[in-house]
């Protein structure tokens, strides 16, 4: 006597809510199976039944799962994610005790079976045991868009798929660094997902869909959405930028966006959104390339020594009611574009062009962080840079930086035309420190040709020493140490945090 195969499993996606949306393979699934299960809330009813109503056979067996609750708010003593635990742990029992009988089981799912779908728990616990067949659905992000009838994503743009369950912050976050977006699981989120949308400045790009190719559907802007009756079943949507006419009423503004030391990586959330947003891309051509292209935004590229030239430019086209991001490397703030655009919006004709600084990593920071942490304690940042200031003003800077002993960072310390800057202000500070100072060489940190390494100050060699270089000088105060086994192990070097008394 043989014992029987045990059945199979389906996973079965009914698409967004119209059953004319249902695959016809989830309607072969169906119709063949002999078990039918389905969530459903205490009430007892259940879209997912609904949906399927029609291709449901009277011999059918049909298990309703119900969720034991719908909110956190609970009494059982592991909580609202024990309560659900014990849930599914049971409903993944009684699922196995009909597929080891034999029988074909058809789990239905609202939407897609993997995204954001009761079904993955029951998959979880089940189909490493028994076989199973996921049967995609259409998700309500594509009956969203459909609805709308504005393209979702198109070319290069990232979308991103976000729970409103979110905190405030991140969604924020989030939705500032993407370029289209659909937030789900709205209902009693809705307050904080309309705050993210503001706060990221894209409130007026976000439409508004409830219930999807259901009955009761609406459409609109979220921005006029009354939220006391936002339900469950609806999503906000950041549709694609591409093509779509500037919001803001034409009012034109400049955005000073740090691009970090080097790639993407660096790049804030903020800063991805501004950049995003521009209808116009001014800056220094090296700086410009790290942008990538989107189709629609104008790019106006120029040398690195005209930056005055170069902020006018920007703030003359914001005057035009453009969307103007001037980039800058690092932290605008830092030696940088944001002083030259703002010394010029500070003149008469500019006085009303709206003006905002987005910062990014430093390549202080940078550097710091490859080589540990030298920049635990006071420090100060010197541009090595006489171009726009006296050398006699640099070397005295350093040496009352030098007297306070605190670490340095030095920026700009050479070029094909600045040669001897380096040495000058090693011999100064020797003054102060110490031949045995540490001191780190960063070069094109985050990007392809990083090099990082620790030398000391007196055999400090200005040579070796470029534009796309930055100096940290220790104080007397800072250590290096050499982790790891033998020589081969990694120096690093750390600046205190607690100074000695004297």
């Not at 743009?157 to 969604?171: A, D, F, M, N, R």
């Not at 309309?194 to 009761?216: D, I, N, P, W």
């Amino acid at each position: 006597m043989s014992e029987h195969k045990p059945g199979r499993l389906y996973g079965v996606g009914l698409g967004p809510g119209d059953p004319s949306l249902m695959t016809v393979r989830a309607v072969e699934v169906i119709a063949a199976a002999d078990v039918v299960a389905y969530h459903s809330a205490r009430h007892g009813r259940s879209i997912a039944r609904t949906i399927a109503e029609r291709h449901l056979r009277p011999d059918h067996i049909e298990e309703r799962l119900v969720y034991p609750v719908t909110t956190e708010t609970t009494d059982h003593p592991g909580g609202y994610r024990g309560a659900m635990e014990e849930f599914y742990e049971e409903a993944a029992a009684r699922l196995a005790a009909h597929l080891d009988a034999g029988r074909t089981v058809a789990v239905l799912a609202e939407g897609d079976p993997l995204f954001y779908s009761s079904y993955m728990h029951m998959h979880k616990r089940l189909a490493h045991r028994y076989p199973t067949e996921v049967v995609p659905g259409v998700t309500s992000v594509s009956a969203a868009a459909a609805r709308l009838g504005e393209p979702l994503v198109e070319g290069e743009e990232v979308l991103t798929i976000l729970p409103g369950t979110l905190p405030e912050e991140e969604l924020t976050a989030r939705l500032a660094a993407t370029d289209s977006a659909v937030v789900m699981k709205l209902g009693r989120t809705f307050p904080a997902v309309k705050g993210a949308l503001e706060r990221s400045g894209r409130l007026a790009e976000a439409r508004y869909v409830e219930r999807a190719t259901m009955s009761g559907e609406r459409t609109g802007r979220v921005a006029d959405v009354d939220p006391e009756s936002v339900p469950y079943f609806s999503v906000a949507v950041l549709p694609s930028r591409v093509g779509a006419e500037p919001v803001g009423g034409g009012r034109g503004e400049v955005t000073v966006v740090g691009l970090g030391p080097a790639g993407p990586l660096w790049l804030t959330p903020e800063a991805r959104g501004a950049l995003a947003a521009a209808e116009d891309l001014v800056g220094y051509t090296t700086y410009l390339d790290r942008v990538p292209v989107r189709p629609g935004q104008q790019r106006h590229a120029s040398d690195n020594k005209v930056e005055s030239e170069r902020a006018e430019f920007a703030l003359d086209l914001a005057r035009q009611g453009r969307r103007v991001a001037v980039v800058s490397s690092g932290d605008p703030g830092v030696f940088a574009m944001a002083t030259a655009v703002l010394e010029v919006a500070s003149e008469g004709p500019y006085h009303e062009v709206p003006v905002r600084v987005v910062p990014g990593m430093t390549a202080a920071h940078a550097a710091a962080s490859r080589a540990g942490a030298p920049l635990g304690h006071d420090y100060a940042v010197v541009s090595l840079s006489d171009r726009l200031k006296p050398w006699e003003v640099v070397a005295e800077r350093l040496r009352a930086a030098a007297a306070a002993d605190l670490v340095l960072a030095l920026y700009n310390p050479g070029s094909r035309s600045r040669t001897w800057q380096v040495g000058k202000a090693r011999d100064v500070l020797l003054e102060h420190r110490a031949p045995e100072t540490p001191v780190v060489l960063g070069r094109d940190v985050g990007g392809p040709e990083e090099s990082v390494r620790i030398v000391r100050l007196g055999e400090l060699v200005p040579e070796e020493v470029d534009m796309r270089t930055i100096l940290i000088v220790g104080s007397t105060q800072t250590r290096t140490v050499r982790r790891g086994a033998g020589a081969s192990g990694e120096e690093i070097v750390w600046t205190p945090r607690r100074y000695p008394e004297r």
